[in-house]
C-alpha cells in the first residue's frame, strides 16, 4: 500500500495548502505504481502548478515554453508531459512539441527530481522512440546520484528531510558557523607567519621560507564563498567574494588564472550543475601557456584542491621545470586527458584493446586508472570496455601498489556508478588483502572510506561495516587504542589517520562512541608538542574530513578550536611567492566537510536516502532494459 499512503498524504497536504509538499507525495505515488494513474498524474501536475505561483499562472505548457525559464515552469512541465503521455489520445501539444518540452526539460534538468526527470523523459521516449536519450538521460541522473546522491530540496517532503533530530538546526549552525568563523581562519593564517606579523619580504617568500598571508587569505575566502553558495547564502557570498578579488593582483597570471578557475567553480554550484567536469577551455589554455613556477604554482593547488579540479588527476611537477628534464613527450594517461568527451568511449575502447594487445601491457594500468578518473563522463555502454580490462589492470599492477591501490579506489567509485555490486564486493576482497600485506597502511588510508561508501551505496550494508571493522582490526588487534600507540612505534601516525578514515564511516552509520574514542586520540596528537611537522600537517586533514561526519556540534566545536590552537603545520613550500599551500588545503577540507548534506543528516535519514537512492537507480536500469529490449535493441 505504500503508493497509495504516498496519495493520502499528498492529498492531505493539497488540503492543508501544502503544494510543494504535496508534489512531492503525488510523485512519489506515481513511481510506486507498475502503471501510472492519470488521476494521481494530474493530482502532481495540479500540485506543481500551485507551488509555482505566480510563476505558473494557467496550466498550459504554450505559455510555459514562450516565456523564460523557472524552476516552477520546470517541474509543471515534467508532470504536464508525464500527465499527456497517459491521455488517450494525448494532447496534440504534446505530439507536436515533443521535441521542445523534452530540449527544456534536459536544458533546466537540476530544477527536477531525479524521479520527475525520469518519467518525463520515459514519456516523450514512447512517443519517438527515443533509446539514445533515454540512456543518455540514464546516465545523467547516475551521475547526480554519484556526485550528489537524492536532493533533500527535491527529492524528499519536509517530513523526510527533517526526520532526523535537529536536522533544519543542523543546517543553521553550520551555514552560521561559516559565515562567523571567517575572521577566525584570517587570523590563523596571520599566526602561521609568526605572532601575527603579516610577511612583507618577498625573497623569504620566493624561496618558500616565509608563509605567504595576503593571497592565501583571498584564496581561503574563494573557498569559502563557494561554500556559502552550497548554502545558498548569495549574499553573504559575493561579499566575501568581492573581498577575495581585492586581496588578488589582477596583472598577476597565476592569481587571475586562479582567481577564474575557482568563479567557475562557483558560478557551477550557484548554477545548480554538477561539480564535475574539466575547467573551461579558455582557462585551461591560460594555464597551458604558463611555464615553470607560475605553472607550478597553478598545478600545485588544483593537484590537492576538489573544489577546482573534483575529478581530473593533475600533477603538479608534469609540465614545471622541476620535471621537464625527466619527462617524457607524453605519459599514456595524458592521451585518455586529452580525449574530447564526445569521442571519449570509441577513444577509450581503442586505448584499452591498444594496451591489452601490446606485450608485456606497460601501460595498461595507468591507462586504465586514468579512464576511472573520467569515469562519471562515460555513458554505462561506454563502460563495458573499462570494467572489462580491469582484471588484467589490476593484474598488470600486482607489483606497482600504489597505482594497484589507486585503481582500487577508483574502480570502487565506478561500481557504485554502474550498479555493479559483485565488482565493488570483489574489489573490496582485493582491498583487504592489500591491506593486510606489506604496503597495508597506504592502501587503508587510500581506500577505507571510498569502500565503505561505494558499499553502502550499492545496498551492501554488511559489506560496509565489515571493511571497517577489518580495517580497524588491522590497526588496533584487539589491542585498547592507548596500548596500541606504543607498540606500533614510528607507524601510530598513519595508522591513526586510518583509524580516522574508520571512524568517519562509524559516525556515517550511528556508531559514535567508537567514531569519539577515535577522535579524541587523533586531538591528542594533533596539538602535542611532540608531534612532528608532516604528521601533524596529514593528521589535520584527515582529522577535519572525519569530522563531516560527526555530530554538528561536536564537528563545529573541534573545528573551531583548531583554528584557534592549531600550530607547527607546512606552511613552506615553493608556492609561496603567490599563496601556503597546506594552509588552503586544509580551510578547503573543513569548508567542504561542514557543506556537505551527510553533515546535517543523522544516521537514520542517511540509511533512508542510501536506500531509495538505490531503489531509484535500480529502477532506472531495470525500465531502460525493458524499453532496449521493446525495441529489439
Known amino acids: 500500500r505504500q503508493p ?36 494521481w498524474a494530474w ?55 515533443a521535441a521542445d518540452l523534452q530540449a527544456r526539460l534536459e536544458a533546466h534538468e537540476r530544477w527536477l527530481p531525479v524521479r520527475a526527470a525520469w518519467l518525463a523523459r520515459t514519456a516523450t521516449a514512447r512517443l519517438g522512440s527515443d533509446v539514445l536519450g533515454l540512456a543518455r538521460t540514464r546516465d545523467r541522473i547516475s551521475e547526480r546520484l554519484l556526485v550528489n546522491g537524492l536532493s533533500l530540496e527535491l527529492d524528499t517532503p519536509s517530513f523526510l528531510r527533517f526526520a532526523g533530530e535537529g536536522v533544519r538546526e543542523r543546517f543553521h549552525e553550520a551555514r552560521r558557523w561559516l559565515i562567523d568563523k571567517r575572521d577566525l581562519m584570517h587570523q590563523w593564517i596571520e599566526r602561521l607567519a609568526g605572532a601575527g606579523r603579516v610577511p612583507s619580504d618577498p625573497l623569504l617568500r620566493r624561496v618558500g621560507l616565509e608563509p605567504d598571508v595576503t593571497h592565501t587569505r583571498a584564496y581561503a575566502d574563494l573557498i569559502i564563498t563557494w561554500g556559502l553558495t552550497r548554502f545558498a547564502e ?8 568581492k573581498h577575495a578579488a581585492a586581496g588578488l593582483p589582477a596583472d598577476d597570471p597565476v592569481h587571475a588564472v586562479l582567481r577564474d578557475a575557482f568563479e567557475f567553480r562557483i558560478a557551477q554550484v550557484r548554477d545548480g550543475k554538477p561539480p564535475r567536469g574539466p575547467l573551461p577551455p579558455g582557462v585551461l589554455d591560460r594555464i597551458e601557456a604558463l611555464d615553470g613556477t607560475p605553472r607550478y604554482a597553478v598545478d600545485a593547488l588544483r593537484e590537492q584542491s576538489r573544489i577546482l579540479e573534483p575529478t581530473a588527476r593533475v600533477e603538479r611537477f608534469q609540465a614545471s621545470m622541476y620535471r621537464k628534464a625527466v619527462a617524457t613527450a607524453a605519459s599514456a ?29 606497460p601501460h595498461l594500468a595507468e591507462v586504465e586508472a586514468a579512464v576511472l578518473d573520467r569515469a562519471f563522463e562515460l555513458t554505462a555502454d561506454g563502460a563495458e570496455a573499462v570494467l ?40 573490496a576482497a582485493k582491498f583487504l588483502q592489500m591491506a593486510d600485506g606489506r604496503t597495508g597502511w597506504d592502501a587503508a588510508e587510500t581506500v577505507t572510506r571510498q569502500a565503505f561508501r561505494s558499499l553502502r551505496r550499492l545496498g551492501l550494508k554488511a559489506d560496509a561495516d565489515r571493511v571497517l571493522h577489518h580495517v580497524a582490526e588491522r590497526v588496533l588487534q584487539g589491542q585498547p587504542i592507548g596500548r596500541r600507540r606504543v607498540t606500533l ?28 574514542v577515535v577522535l579524541d586520540e587523533a586531538r591528542k596528537d594533533l596539538y602535542a608538542p611532540e608531534t612532528g611537522t608532516k604528521d601533524r600537517t596529514e593528521l589535520a586533514l584527515a582529522y577535519a574530513a572525519t569530522l563531516g561526519q560527526a555530530p554538528a556540534r561536536v564537528a563545529l566545536g573541534r573545528l573551531e578550536e583548531m583554528f584557534q590552537r592549531l600550530t607547527g603545520i607546512a606552511a613552506g613550500g615553493s608556492t609561496n611567492e603567490y599563496y601556503s599551500l597546506k594552509p588552503l ?8 566537510a561542514i557543506v556537505s548534506d551527510d553533515f546535517a543528516l543523522g544516521p537514520q535519514v542517511r540509511a533512508w536516502l542510501d536506500a531509495d537512492e538505490l531503489a531509484v537507480r535500480r529502477r532506472v536500469r531495470d525500465e531502460l532494459k525493458d524499453v532496449m529490449a521493446a525495441q529489439g535493441l
Not at 61 to 83: E, N, Y
Request: charged share 20%; proline share 8%; aromatic share 6%.
Open 333 to 361: 594517461a595524458s592521451v585518455v586527458n586529452a580525449l574530447s568527451a564526445d569521442r571519449l568511449n570509441d577513444g577509450v575502447a581503442q586505448l584499452l584493446q591498444t594496451e591489452l594487445d601490446r606485450d608485456g601491457r
Open 489 to 516: 612505534g614510528a607507524e601510530w601516525p598513519v595508522a591513526l589517520r586510518v583509524l580516522l578514515h574508520a571512524a568517519a564511516g562509524w559516525y556515517y552509520a550511528g556508531h559514535d562512541e567508537q567514531a569519539h
Open 4 to 39: 497509495e499512503l504516498w496519495a493520502e498524504l499528498a492529498a492531505a497536504y493539497d488540503a492543508a495548502g501544502n503544494h510543494p509538499d504535496a508534489a512531492v507525495c503525488w510523485l512519489n505515488a506515481l513511481w510506486g505504481q507498475s502503471k501510472p494513474s492519470p488521476l
Open 234 to 241: 548569495h549574499t553573504a557570498a559575493e561579499s566575501v567574494r
Open 585 to 592: 588545503i586544509l580551510i578547503e577540507t573543513a569548508v567542504r
Open 388 to 427: 572489462a580490462a580491469l582484471p588484467d589492470a589490476l593484474a598488470a599492477a600486482r607489483d606497482a601498489p600504489p597505482i594497484r591501490t589507486r585503481l582500487i579506489d577508483k574502480g570502487l567509485a565506478a561500481a557504485a556508478l554502474w550498479d555493479r555490486p559483485e565488482l565493488a564486493k570483489d574489489l
Open 43 to 97: 493530482g502532481w501536475l495540479r500540485a506543481e502548478a500551485r507551488a509555482a505561483r505566480p510563476e505558473v499562472k494557467s496550466i498550459d505548457p504554450g505559455p510555459w515554453l514562450a516565456s523564460a525559464p523557472g524552476p516552477g515552469t520546470t517541474r509543471a512541465t515534467a508532470a504536464w508531459v508525464v500527465w499527456a503521455s497517459l491521455q488517450t489520445p494525448p494532447p496534440t501539444a504534446l505530439t507536436e512539441r
